[in-house]
């Protein structure tokens, strides 16, 4: 299997710009995370999904981000407008049961 | 809260000698805990788990993790570091809803 696939891998976009994160779980996997990652903040789980659903977006910082999940194979997570603090990596990571595997992340600079 | 504390931001080793990265957990119901490690530039990868029974858990590369339910730790440990060691380590946790979060990672350096 290939993995968890992530992309873009980098992005550099301007403030006010729409930004789209794009994930591929493994096959069979039926929970998918989506993370950001920051030094001041480290790992913050943003919104988990569970057979497609999401089951709590509370670590969604604001209504500028959102997240979606149409079918098993693939999610997104947009930014609209996005700001210089939404610079950080997303990861995306999924599972069965038990550990996560994770994809190599996305990192977003906006300027 | 349910919350994941990992003490030490940076632990520094010689190589060859032992290292111990600390996690304390506060969970409730019976702990699940993972360690995962992280190289520069890369995701997350999983080291080792505790579900249940024996205290003592051997993952990946060497690495061992130790539980302790009286004192809610679970520290991972490896008897003689390498430089490849060195890397960004997380301990994890399942929460209420399988929510799956992580403690605020401990930089590994090994010194050669």
């Known amino acids: 299997d290939a993995g968890v696939i992530q992309s873009p891998r980098h992005e550099v976009t301007e403030m006010g710009q729409e930004v789209t994160l794009r994930c591929k779980p493994i096959s069979g996997h039926n929970s998918l995370f989506w993370y950001r990652q920051t030094m001041m903040r480290g790992l913050e789980l943003l919104i988990y999904f569970n057979n497609n659903v999401p089951i709590d977006d509370s670590g969604m910082p604001e209504d500028r981000f959102s997240a979606k999940m149409p079918n098993a194979s693939f999610s997104t997570l947009k930014i609209q407008p996005s700001e210089p603090r939404d610079s950080a990596v997303y990861f995306c990571?999924?599972?069965?049961?038990?550990?996560?595997?994770f994809g190599e992340g996305s990192r977003l600079t906006v300027l | 809260a349910q919350s994941v504390a990992q003490p030490e931001d940076q632990v520094n080793v010689a190589e060859g000698n032992p290292l111990t990265v600390k996690c304390t957990y506060s969970v409730s119901g019976n702990p699940y805990l993972f360690w995962y490690v992280q190289y520069p530039n890369r995701g997350l990868q999983f080291l080792l788990k505790y579900i249940t029974g024996d205290n003592l858990v051997k993952g990946s590369y060497g690495f061992e993790a130790e539980f302790n339910k009286s004192q809610t730790s679970f520290h991972l440990k490896k008897p003689s570091a390498l430089v490849s060691d060195s890397a960004l380590y997380f301990c994890a946790a399942p929460t209420s809803y399988d929510k799956v979060i992580f403690g605020p990672g401990t930089s590994l350096s090994v010194i050669p």
């Open positions: 990571a999924s599972r069965v049961t038990g550990e996560l595997f």
